[in-house]
């Protein structure tokens, strides 16, 4: 796992947006020399229907890939689509030898199983690490894709703290995207590691006996101030639009005002987490066209 030096953009707060940019630089010249071979890593992006968070997503993961040197192949659907017709389109993406990489963006209509789609994804091309084969892999340890937004939370936690052997971790959140695998990544790493959800009991109390706290449930300022051990590491996935004086803005799941007097490192949101995915994405994506091609990972 690379292992990147945070950037402190002020006492304490954890700028994701410069550790995701040093990480790009770093792709993008690795890519630079993969072409240069003739190994130009590529990533299929598929996206049904036209959820505006998703389209925005999905704009941001094809303009980072192709600004990082990498073939960007786009599939834009519309929501009417059957699930055979996208059965099929990832059966050809499997089979393409220009793609490395394969991102079914989530949520799909509701018409379509997305455990199914994920499971047909080839396993070696599975980038976001969402296929059952690879959620096993990485819960016996074994080699495998790592989902992107905890992979990028491991970086900015080991940048403040490249140590965590003994550490009482808490994750708020059971989700397979992002709770499972950080309790997964956390443990590798010889944490002690609670797993607390919505039927917590005393959620409060949990949260404050954590060294390292991660907050992935989408409940806009749940983590008070008071819930934090002082000079705890906390990461902020959740991400909220919410009105404020009138004005749409993003929240996180702590509240920050509160947090940052307590907290020995934070995410912001935005600016935290949120980059580290994308970047996560294309390094995944990297990693797999070495291995398809049998050449050597360029980062460390």
């Known amino acids: 796992m690379s292992q ?15 550790t995701a940019a040093k990480m790009l630089a770093e792709l993008r010249s690795a890519a630079a ?23 925005v997503y999905v704009r941001n993961k094809i303009r980072r890939s192709v600004e990082a040197g ?10 009417s689509t059957r699930e055979g017709d996208l059965l099929s389109l990832i059966e050809r993406l499997n089979a393409a030898q220009d793609v490395d990489g394969i991102l079914v963006q989530l949520p799909l209509p509701s018409h379509i199983n997305p455990e199914k789609v994920t499971a047909a994804i080839d396993p070696a091309k599975d980038v976001d690490g969402f296929h059952p084969l690879n959620a096993g892999r990485l819960t016996i340890g074994v080699s495998a894709p790592v989902p992107c937004t905890p992979l990028g939370c491991m970086i900015l936690i080991k940048s403040v703290r490249p140590n965590l052997e003994g550490l009482s971790a808490v994750v708020v959140g059971r989700s397979n995207i992002v709770g499972k695998p950080m309790a997964q990544l956390l443990l590798r790493e010889s944490c002690t ?9 005393n959620l409060s109390s949990v949260c404050r006996e954590a060294d390292i706290l991660i907050s992935a449930v989408g409940q806009p300022g749940l983590i008070r101030g008071a819930w934090i051990k002082p000079g705890a590491v906390v990461i902020d996935v959740g991400i909220s639009r919410i009105e404020h004086d009138g004005r749409q803005r993003l929240v996180g799941d702590v509240n920050f005002d509160e947090a940052r007097s307590v907290a020995g490192a934070l995410t ?15 390094r ?14 360029p980062l460390r």
């Open 4 to 18: 990147h030096i945070g950037t402190l953009s002020e006492p304490n707060i954890i700028d994701g947006t410069a």
């Open 268 to 282: 912001p949101v935005p600016g935290g987490v949120g980059p580290m995915t994308i970047a996560c994405l294309l």
């Open 70 to 79: 990498f073939r960007s192949f786009h599939h834009a659907l519309p929501a």
């Open 284 to 297: 995944n994506t990297m990693e797999a066209a070495c291995q398809r091609r049998r050449v050597a990972f």
């Open 193 to 201: 590691v609670t797993i607390a959800h919505s039927k917590t009991s």
């Open 33 to 55: 020399d993969l072409a240069e071979r003739g190994l130009t890593p590529g990533l299929a992006v598929v996206i049904v229907g036209e959820d505006p968070a998703s389209t």
